[in-house]
């Protein structure tokens, strides 16, 4: 039920590909007997955009929503910090946000949730190249609603799914994680994770950074877009990509301001 970032991962290896208009059957509703059984005792990760959703639809911070409902693993290959969401200790291992009427947070569900039963790779870095994404075809023999109802594309229930809307900071996510910085078997030390995370996923942490450091003494930066960075969570996410393709994979996205004797901002 979760996106991955490497070519046919072991996840889908023995999942069918989708075929551009390829078709699909697929129904999920209440009056199924395995309603929300794709809830419980499953690997969620979170994209950036997931966390930012969840922790303001819960009402608490982003640091506060990664310490109460996630956890991080690290990529073995790229040295990227991986946050999944954490399962509950109940013997199903139940999603937190699942009851007896279904998802609590349907309207904020993670990108996996939306995309089930269709899962996506992301082929490995080349120069020169956009990695196009690939998708699976998830055929649990549990799921009774595979196989049934209408046929889908995998572009039309995207549709269906809200996901053009979210595409636009989903594809600027994918863009870090597949960066051909990682061409040759780069990876990211602690230091460069520590700071890919901060900035995609603690995003309120990153905000007072940009505000409560030097930050805005040491990069030129207008005040419209401060005023957007204080106050709209989207246009602060896509500045921290901006961010992280400076200060991480050395790309001239962001100006540094000229040293001034005695520091501080011109007026």
Not at 77 to 98: A, I, K, N, Q, Y
Not at 161 to 188: D, K, M, Y
Not at 220 to 231: K, P, W
């Amino acid at each position: 039920m979760n996106g991955a970032t490497v070519e046919e991962p072991e996840l889908l290896r023995d999942h069918r590909r989708l075929a551009p208009g390829e078709t699909f059957r697929f129904s999920c509703h209440p009056g199924l007997e395995c309603f929300g059984a794709c809830c419980a005792d499953v690997n969620i990760v979170l994209t950036p955009l997931d966390v930012l959703g969840l922790a303001r639809r819960l009402g608490v911070n982003t640091t506060v929503f990664l310490a109460r409902y996630t956890a991080t693993l690290e990529s073995p290959e790229l040295g990227l910090p991986v946050v999944t969401l954490r399962m509950g200790d109940d013997e199903r291992r139940s999603c937190p946000f699942v009851g007896p009427g279904g998802c609590g947070v349907y309207e904020d569900r993670p990108w996996a949730c939306r995309m089930y039963p269709v899962g996506m790779a992301l082929p490995p870095a080349r120069a020169g190249e956009t990695p196009e994404p690939r998708y699976f075809l998830f055929e649990d023999a549990w799921c009774e609603g595979c196989g049934q109802g209408r046929a889908w594309t995998v572009d039309g229930w995207r549709e269906d799914q809200g996901i053009p809307v979210r595409e636009e900071i989903e594809r600027g996510f994918r863009a870090l994680v597949s960066h051909p910085w990682f061409i040759g078997g780069r990876r990211l030390d602690p230091k460069r994770a520590a700071m890919f995370f901060t900035a995609c996923y603690d995003l309120d942490r990153f905000r007072a950074f940009i505000f409560e450091s030097s930050f805005r003494d040491r990069f030129v930066l207008d005040h419209v877009l401060e005023e957007r960075l204080a106050h709209d969570d989207l246009e602060l996410l896509r500045f921290a990509f901006r961010w992280l393709r400076f200060a991480v994979f050395g790309e001239r996205t962001l100006t540094v301001r000229p040293h001034r004797p005695g520091g501080g901002r011109k007026p």
